[in-house]
């Protein structure tokens, strides 16, 4: 019998094809024949999965969205059911900071890809980073339950202050990945921030 093809397994190749020519080289780098060659398969294979360069970009951020996913979760699941608000706000925000290959790989497709969209207008808008909504819902979710037990200051818009922390973690791993703050500084300014976002001094 021929051998099954995991389709899926097959556009995670592709994308981490795209997000390492991405974090060595740019995206000028990640072409149809140069994605090909880093994932060894050839070019009418990747056409074949993503169709258009602005597909292929989009749904590699979606598959390293996905990757960014299980980071969190692993690092929510470490902290155990007994943990507070204030400890998984941290643990997400600090899992956007490049502090390794594989989270430096996944910031930078991010932001490169970000910037392409400022010009773009196929590569921005809510569709376009529809993961980015799930990230507000979920931190408007854990706001919502640490203002519930008492932990987060009764006057702090959950979706609110979700959208401001995304922003600003995200603005933070740039500043690492620029060599402008280290991931050291960043954590502090994540954990002067959720600081003030407590009901009473977090420890």
């Known amino acids: 019998m021929p ?28 072409t149809f024949r140069e994605v090909a060659a880093e994932a060894g ?35 929510l699941s470490a902290l155990g059911p007994g943990a507070g608000a204030i400890d998984r706000m941290r643990a997400v925000g600090v899992s956007f900071l490049p502090t390794d290959e594989d989270s430096r790989e996944m910031m930078v497709l991010y932001h490169a890809v970000g910037a392409v969209g ?3 207008p196929e590569i921005r ?10 990230l507000i819902s979920l931190l408007a979710g854990l706001l919502d339950a640490g203002r519930a037990a008492g932990e987060i200051a009764e006057d702090v818009e959950a979706v609110a202050e979700a959208r401001m922390f995304t922003a600003a ?25 959720l600081r003030r976002l407590a009901a009473t001094p977090h420890r």
Do not use: P
Not at 125 to 134: K, P, V, Y
């Open 41 to 75: 398969m050839s070019v009418a294979l990747v056409q074949h999965y993503f169709g258009s360069k602005q597909n292929l970009l989009l749904r590699t951020v979606d598959i390293v969205s996905g990757r960014m996913a299980e980071r969190f979760a692993a690092r």
């Open 118 to 120: 400022l010009t773009d």
């Open 3 to 30: 051998k099954q093809v995991d389709h899926d397994e097959r556009r995670r190749e592709i994308a981490g094809a795209v997000a390492r020519l991405a974090g060595k080289r740019g995206l000028a780098a990640v």
């Open 169 to 193: 973690v995200t603005g933070l791993s740039a500043a690492v990945l620029l060599d402008a703050m280290s991931a050291d500084e960043a954590i502090d300014a994540i954990d002067a921030h």
């Open 125 to 134: 808008g809510a569709q376009a980073h529809h993961n980015h909504g799930a």
